[in-house]
């Protein structure tokens, strides 16, 4: 200990020697004082059929709030909130523990009337000498039921996708989610329906 009292091993150093004094031996080991590394989460944005957002996914320490993006672009919808499932809104003051994926949510801005017949195609014919394709076929035993949900804010996350209807902004990516999903639904006063509990897939060699 020096005359101010202060004692001489102690140094402002990253390695400090440490003494141990005993009977039998006198030795002397070191250790070195590390940083702890510090922990970080990736967050990931899906636009969900919008506009990329940037950067994406972004780092975010443990403990940190994610900052919020800049609300994605979609032609025929408008941005409502961002959400950790396609229907639970995410706050962004909550800390990050883990990491995770944040999903646009739309509301669209005009929708046609479940009613009114299927449209033509691209030339304004139905051509019906046409050979008609899976998701037609979806598509009218869906109307036939009334069975259509308004905008993918209808659906539930969970449900099953496919590799060939991951594009939300074809037309046939509702009604095929409609058709291959075993769902209970209730109805909009405008007609549409919306999923309220995802039920499990039948087993379809029953029915054969």
């Known amino acids: 200990m020096d005359a101010g009292g202060t004692p001489e091993n102690e140094n402002k150093s990253a390695e400090r020697p440490y003494i ?3 009977a039998e031996e006198n030795y002397k080991s070191t250790y070195l004082l590390i ?3 510090i922990d970080t989460h990736e967050v990931t944005f899906n636009s969900m059929g919008g506009s990329e957002v940037n950067p994406n996914p972004v780092e975010v320490e443990d403990g940190k709030t994610v900052v919020e993006t800049d609300d994605p672009t979609r032609e025929g919808y408008t ?5 950790v499932t396609l229907d639970e809104e995410y706050n962004f003051t909550t800390p990050v523990t883990e990491s995770f994926t944040l999903y646009a949510k739309w509301e669209a801005v005009e929708t046609e009337d479940p009613d009114d017949p299927e449209p033509g195609y691209d030339d304004g014919l139905v051509h019906p000498e046409w050979n008609i ?3 037609e076929a979806m598509a009218m035993v869906n109307r036939v039921l009334q069975r259509i949900p308004q905008d993918h804010t209808d659906l539930i996350s969970g449900m099953k996708m496919w590799p060939d209807n991951a594009n939300m902004a074809k ?11 075993s769902h209970d639904y209730g109805r909009k006063t405008s007609g549409y329906e919306f999923w309220t509990k995802l039920n499990a897939n039948p087993n379809w060699n029953e029915f054969l």
């Open 133 to 135: 394709a899976r998701a």
């Open 171 to 181: 037309w046939y990516y509702l009604t095929v989610q409609e058709a291959t999903n």
């Open 20 to 22: 141990h004094d005993d």
């Open 35 to 37: 940083a702890p590394l």
């Open 79 to 83: 941005s409502t909130n961002d959400g």
